[in-house]
């Protein structure tokens, strides 16, 4: 059934609030989930939703542990993902604004949903926006069977003329959720996705989540994962990186392109790289090209007119009749 952003989103509020969620709280995780269902990113939207419910009672505060000014550090003490990563990123947000430049690192949030919402909200603000995170090894290095990268997603988000942008990915072929996704369904992966234990290909998701998942584009992916790895891992104190477990590392940052001119004309330059794109010849005839992010926006624009489309089973436990 189709139904309004905004019915999802307050059916969401009054769900997490009744499993014991502060508003706040309840309203992070909402506005993520309502972001990533009208975006069409359907795997970190309300699939998602038992995991947010499974930590909705731990109303710990995240505490910010340093602010330079430009940089703030924050320790998420275990709270609901979305709520310690709309601090973190408000805190680079106002840097931003401050300073032309923001940064903001966090460790030990429960589980966050989609990377690009941070930066879909910085570029919302008419900044440039950036976020990624060094996840749970689940990923073997290009040449390796062992898992030691996380799927390492990474989103980078853009204001322009025609609305933001927002460019989000992980470094694996399939992201993660849509694997565990799969194992549920009893579904097949598609070729090339993941190895087995002893490094076989694999399309079984339950072996793949034995195994390992491997990056997109061979060695390139592989550097990326590294580089992210770094980044967002082994930089933050207490951070997962490698091998070494611990609390999930995230970085944030937010760009002010006022700072190097005019911000509007920064807006509508990268509208007009989206639109020479769009306007460049097709590799298949009568399917037009579109840059990244463009499409999600799309559904984003139109789910804002028609709403979303939600199962019967979600509108159930939603309690949307």
Same mark, same amino acid.
Not at 100 to 109: E, Q, V
Not at 198 to 216: C, I, N, V, Y
Not at 273 to 276: D, H, K, L, W
């Given at each position: 059934m189709?139904?309004? +952003?905004?019915?999802?989103?307050?059916?969401? =509020?009054?769900?997490?609030?009744?499993?014991g969620a502060d508003v706040p709280r309840a309203t992070a995780v909402a506005d993520e989930i309502t972001y990533a269902e009208a975006c069409g990113i359907k795997s970190h939207g309300l699939p998602m939703l038992d995991a947010m419910l499974g930590r909705a009672m731990n109303d710990a505060e995240p505490t910010v542990?340093? *602010?330079?000014? +430009?940089i703030t550090t924050v320790v998420g003490n275990g709270t609901l993902g979305p709520y310690a990563a709309k601090i973190a990123m408000d805190a680079a947000i106002g840097?931003?604004?401050?300073?032309?430049?923001?940064?903001?690192?966090?460790? *030990?949030?429960?589980?966050?949903?989609?990377?690009?919402?941070?930066?879909?909200?910085?570029? *919302?603000?008419?900044?440039i926006g950036f976020c990624t995170s060094a996840a749970a090894a689940k990923?073997?290095?290009?040449?390796?069977?062992d898992p030691i990268f996380g799927t390492n997603p990474l989103a980078m988000g853009f204001p322009t003329a025609d609305g933001p942008i927002v460019v989000d990915m992980a470094i694996t072929n399939?992201?993660?959720?849509?694997?565990?996704?799969?194992?549920?369904?009893?579904?097949?992966?598609?070729?090339? =996705?993941?190895?087995t234990r002893?490094?076989?290909?694999?399309?079984?998701?339950?072996?793949?989540?034995?195994?390992?998942?491997? +990056?997109?584009?061979g060695y390139k992916g592989s550097a990326l994962a590294f580089m992210i790895e770094c980044l967002s891992g082994a930089l933050i104190t207490g951070a997962k990186y490698g091998i070494h477990d611990a609390d999930r590392g995230m970085l944030?940052?937010?760009?002010?392109?006022? +700072?190097?001119?005019?911000g509007e004309a920064l807006a509508e330059r990268i509208a007009e790289?989206?639109? *020479?794109i769009a306007n460049s010849r097709p590799t298949i005839a009568g399917e037009s090209p579109r840059a990244p992010g463009v499409q999600a926006r799309n559904n984003w624009e139109r789910a804002q007119s028609f709403g979303v489309e939600v199962s019967e089973s979600f509108a159930s436990r939603l309690g949307i009749a």
């Open positions: 189709r139904i309004p +952003t905004s019915t999802l989103h307050e059916a969401l =509020v009054d769900l997490l609030t009744s499993a542990k340093k *602010n330079t000014g +430009t840097s931003a604004r401050s300073h032309g430049l923001g940064m903001a690192t966090l460790l *030990n949030a429960s589980t966050f949903l989609t990377t690009g919402y941070s930066p879909w909200r910085a570029a *919302n603000a008419g900044l990923v073997a290095p290009y040449g390796s069977i399939l992201p993660a959720a849509e694997v565990r996704e799969a194992a549920a369904t009893g579904e097949s992966l598609p070729a090339g =996705v993941a190895i002893d490094g076989q290909p694999t399309r079984d998701p339950s072996e793949a989540l034995a195994g390992a998942m491997l +990056t997109f584009g944030f940052l937010a760009i002010d392109p006022s +700072t190097f001119g005019d790289v989206a639109s *020479n």
